[in-house]
């Protein structure tokens, strides 16, 4: 579920604490936030989802992610194997272990905020909409910054914006992940030419405008290791909510033995 933010403007302001007062109020877990991926999948997105029980996923070509109501829960790890099938291999947020049998193949640490009211936004007069006739230049520009994940249908999640310069397309962000009352920005990148001009800054302030325009609250998620971006988002307005892990997990069987080993 990373985000990362490839400009390499120097924040304004050293790190923020996640204490801020002007902070949206954010009730006590469960939250949606918690488990974004499920609340999505279950909420405004559920007429992408393809779901067996307490498991859920989008479609392939949409978003990898893949999530389950409750992680704690032996029967849901059931319902994922049947929904994904044997050997499968696919991207888990935030569920730490897994059971036996099961294999992690990758972790790694990432963070969460959310916007306050320091993040300014506003209409961008030189974002434009991107559209199903632009995702061949997405997925090049995504290919060549690797911002995370992005899919030839990722933007049927929400609303993607980009700046083109001489026809071509150099820096996108949009939405992802939406929920009841947040929504997920996500795939910001600049063309390694464009950056340090605050491109991407600019695009996600636009992006956030729209997210506030209907209500919802903007979050983020970037990878822990990428503190650069992460000081750069606390720098304009987002604060850390929580730390989480992101992981690719494999089911039991397929071309391996049932207990995992080959």
């Given amino acids: 579920m990373s985000t990362s933010l490839d400009d390499t403007q120097k924040p304004a302001q ?153 026809g071509k397309l150099i820096a996108m962000a949009g939405e992802r992940l939406r929920l009841g009352g947040w929504t997920e920005i996500s795939a910001v990148c600049t063309d390694e030419a464009h950056r340090g001009q605050g491109l991407a800054t600019r695009l996600v302030r636009h992006t956030a405008a729209g997210i506030r325009e209907r209500g919802d609250v903007p979050f983020l998620h970037a990878a822990a290791a990428n503190t650069n971006a992460v000081r750069l988002y606390e720098s304009i307005g987002f604060v850390l909510r929580r730390t989480t892990h992101f992981q690719a997990v494999r089911v039991p069987g397929g071309e391996e033995g049932e207990d995992g080993e080959a």
């Fill in 14 to 166: 050293s790190e923020q604490s996640a204490q801020t007062p002007a902070g949206p109020r954010i009730p006590a877990s469960p939250h949606p936030l918690d488990n974004p991926a499920w609340a999505a999948l279950t909420g405004p997105h559920r007429g992408l989802a393809e779901r067996v029980g307490a498991a859920a996923r989008y479609p392939e070509d949409v978003s990898p992610f893949v999530a389950l109501a409750d992680a704690g829960d032996p029967a849901a790890w059931d319902d994922l194997a049947a929904l994904m099938g044997p050997g499968a291999t696919f991207a888990l947020a935030g569920v730490g272990s897994v059971p036996d049998g099961w294999r992690t193949e990758w972790s790694g640490a990432g963070v969460q905020l959310v916007a306050t009211d320091a993040l300014r936004s506003g209409t961008d007069p030189e974002a434009v909409p991107l559209g199903p006739a632009d995702v061949p230049e997405m997925l090049d520009l995504v290919e060549r910054a690797k911002p995370g994940p992005f899919k030839p249908r990722t933007i049927e999640l929400g609303a993607y914006y980009g700046i083109r310069r001489d």
